[in-house]
């Protein structure tokens, strides 16, 4: 027998996953010596045994890691033999700059879910029950190695019960670092708005009581306080939402259980599946008719945001079945980021809340809960938050260290070193003093995570971008060089990226705004593109926005634009839109005069013209909430409906002349079928026929002319299930390979990861 020893070394997703215990049970099971220990860079392993037993441990590995583990590369080098008998775990070593990542806070596993709900168990619902297989990690963490002095949990000296468990290989709560229980752990407890504790005996069954009554109750959870009401109270609901500010954007609901979610939303078996792992996101749903929600929830579309129970003392809330959805949205002031600090908390939420049920594990990283959908029966993120970040995304290629400040509205910046991007959670949009603190506040952390210190600054080109403006300040300030990259182009690349593309490909990048390098909006392009560079092909034709960015916020605005350009006189276009006399006289000054009224190609602001004539949707209360009822009243038309046609004017991209597509013609069609007393379910159909096809013919021209295959798409109108869906099926008709995003979202939460993917492909340019 041949007797061998090996050094080997694992990167990726291996500590506070169960990694270590793993190892030791494996390399017993294979009767092999050696040993295992934490590092900077991820876990380093001695093995020393008979060679073919060390090989079929190398093999096992990689097939029964633990299940939030993930291995990214396994290196294995032959080192003397030292005679060693036994396999011991060693403590963690700080060596380096970290390579290894934190774990992502996972739902509560099964294991510990039945103990919590034990009466004979001595954690018996023991709000903070975890092990290596669930519980907080990245919200609790201040740094690499991963270990409980590096954790909000170092306060909380273990009892010698959990001692003995955190300190014995074969117990699944071996080097847990948030173990705990009733005797040594956090606590949890009721307050008042001014912060006096309410004696209770049992706080988690109080709440629930009060919840029951029509109260709105302040949450600290994992990454954040939640505001909550009984979601089937629509009183409840409609309060919460007058003191929070939120008129109309949809409000996430938490159910019981798959079956509770089942009763609340006609899910598909890809949507359960996104349900139940372990990141536990928000998932947007077909709102089952009936269902007992509050209309008030959801109101105007047919869809749910609706999530299951990830913490301990979720679970406990829906344990006596009293309450069977309960609203849970963020605790926060509209575009505020989230409290996690309970004094924070008193202090912001004070009007919102009647009560705060408090706890006093502190919460590091501020982490909202994501948001996911089945986009084209795949799954696609919307916000990427909680369960997700800090876990990387994979690069084609290595990148120097370099920061990506993201864009304007829902922020997340990333940081990139070597083979991936770390993307911050969801921050939120930076349009005040408090949303750039919470930026600078998390970009500090991550950094100090991954002792990284970035080397390059990329940045959107729109000048007017906080966040733009930031980044050149700040790189100025530590002598670095900046990457401004155009929004569209940062959006295809993340997608070819993802999809490890570096040929060029025809890039769809549709959306609702972003900085043109001809000083216009765009948002309908159509782009040739490598991942430095790219030739704008063909877009939507540029309409004028009268008012500016206020016409994001009064669609009938963007529609007189539209119309306008497509030829209505201007009595016309009041007619359709509402606009009062003297608001028809202005606007029309603005577009002829060319004052106060940008152009835009976008698609999304398309999406709310179109909205504005055949929902009559003058004003919004959130972001894309008009094209999202459009898109919302189609759900039951069939995808075979006639498109309104848009017209190919054709160009030369060859000498920066692109091609565009006119609206003129779908307008006319779609005002005649209006007129005619055609539905507006139909009309919103034929509407996103028409769009989808416009956008297939210029890509088929594209082929034509730059004699490529692959076609990336990306951009925030891309979370619009139908136009994703009508767009792949058709461009695969034609012969196309379609890519879509996977890892990151679509829309500008996603645009940082593409930044620093740009970026990273210009510094190997220049050496």
Avoid at 320 to 339: C, F, H, K, Q, Y
Avoid at 499 to 525: C, K, S
Avoid at 549 to 557: D, H, Y
């Amino acid at each position: 027998m041949r007797v061998e020893r090996r050094q080997v070394t694992v990167r990726g997703v291996v500590q506070g996953v169960g990694f270590r215990p793993f190892v030791y049970r494996l390399a017993r099971e294979e009767e092999l010596a050696g040993l295992i220990g934490n590092d900077t860079g991820g876990v380093t392993i001695e093995i020393e045994g008979a060679a073919a037993r060390i090989e079929a441990f190398l093999r096992r590995l990689k097939e029964e890691k633990p299940p939030l583990a993930r291995i990214d590369r396994v290196e294995a080098r032959q080192v003397e033999v030292r005679g060693e008998t036994g396999f011991r775990i060693v403590a963690s070593e700080v060596l380096g700059h970290v390579s290894t990542e934190i774990p992502a806070d996972a739902a509560t596993c099964e294991d510990c879910l039945r103990e919590l709900l034990d009466p004979q168990d001595r954690r018996y619902r023991y709000p903070f029950l975890n092990c290596t297989n669930c519980g907080p990690r990245f919200t609790i963490t201040r740094r690499i190695p991963y270990d409980r002095p590096q954790t909000s949990m170092a306060r909380f000296r273990m009892c010698a019960e959990c001692q003995a468990e955190y300190g014995d290989p074969a117990n699944r709560r071996f080097h847990a670092q948030p173990n705990a229980c009733w005797k040594c752990g956090p606590r949890v407890w009721l307050a008042a708005e001014d912060g006096a504790e309410i004696a209770s005996a049992d706080p988690v069954a109080e709440t629930v009581a009060r919840l029951a009554g029509g109260a709105i109750v302040a949450i600290k959870g994992i990454g954040g306080f939640h505001l909550s009401v009984d979601a089937t109270n629509e009183a409840a609901v409609m309060r919460l939402r007058a003191r929070k500010r939120r008129y109309g954007k949809p409000l996430a609901v938490m159910v019981r259980d798959v079956a509770a979610a089942r009763a609340a939303c006609l899910l598909t078996a890809e949507e359960e599946v996104l349900l139940l792992t372990p990141a536990r996101p928000i998932v947007l749903a077909r709102a089952r008719q009936g269902n007992g929600i509050a209309k008030a929830v959801a109101p105007g579309i047919p869809w749910l945001g609706v999530f299951l129970p990830y913490a301990p003392l979720h679970h406990l809330l829906f344990a006596d079945g009293r309450v069977r959805a309960l609203v849970m949205t963020s605790a926060n002031l509209s575009e505020e980021p989230i409290a996690i600090d309970n004094d924070e908390a008193r202090a912001r939420l004070g009007r919102i809340a009647d009560v705060f049920l408090m706890h006093d594990r502190e919460i590091l990283q501020r982490c909202d809960d994501s948001v996911t959908a089945v986009v084209d029966g795949a799954p696609q993120l919307v916000r990427r938050a909680r369960g997700f970040v800090p876990l990387g995304v994979e690069l084609p290629f290595q990148a120097p260290p370099l920061l990506a400040v993201g864009g304007h509205l829902k922020n997340v910046f990333a940081l990139a070193r070597g083979w991936h991007v770390y993307q911050s959670q969801h921050l939120g949009d930076l349009e005040n003093v408090t949303g750039l603190a919470f930026f600078e506040e998390s970009l500090a952390h991550l950094m100090r995570t991954f002792e990284m210190k970035p080397e390059i600054v990329a940045h959107d080109l729109h000048p007017g971008y906080l966040s733009t403006g930031w980044a050149k300040e700040w790189a100025a300030e530590k002598g670095l060089p900046l990457i401004g990259v155009q929004h569209h182009h940062a959006h295809v690349a993340g997608c070819m990226a993802e999809h490890g593309l570096t040929e060029p490909v025809i890039g769809l990048a549709l959306d609702g705004t972003g900085y043109g390098t001809d000083g216009r909006i765009w948002g309908g392009e159509v782009l040739i593109s490598k991942l430095d560079s790219f030739e704008r092909f063909a877009h939507l034709e540029s309409v004028p926005m009268p008012g500016g960015e206020k016409a994001i916020r009064e669609p009938w605005r963007m529609a007189m634009g539209a119309l306008h350009a497509a030829g209505f006189h201007a009595a016309q276009a009041a007619a359709l839109t509402g606009a009062t006399e003297e608001e028809t006289r202005v606007l029309t000054r603005m577009m002829e005069r060319g004052v106060h009224a940008p152009l835009t190609s976008s698609l999304g602001r398309l999406f709310d013209s179109v909205a504005a004539v055949a929902l009559q949707r003058r004003l919004v209360d959130y972001e894309a909430q008009a094209a999202i009822e459009l898109e919302g009243v189609a759900v039951d038309e069939p995808d075979d409906a006639p498109g309104y046609a848009l017209e190919w004017v054709v160009g030369d991209w060859t000498a920066r002349e692109a091609a565009c597509l006119r609206a003129s013609g779908l307008w006319h069609a779609l005002v005649e079928d209006l007129r005619g007393g055609m539905s507006r379910a139909r009309i919103a159909a034929r509407f996103h026929a028409g769009v989808a096809e416009g956008f297939v013919r210029a890509v088929i021209q594209a082929r034509q002319a730059a004699g490529l295959e692959k076609v990336v798409m990306s951009g925030g109108c891309l979370h619009n299930r139908r136009l994703a869906r009508l767009l792949r099926t058709r461009l695969a008709a034609e012969g196309f390979e379609v890519f879509q995003h996977t890892r990151v979202s679509p829309g500008d939460g996603g645009l940082s990861y593409g930044q620093a993917v740009v970026a990273a492909a210009r510094a190997r340019l220049t050496g």
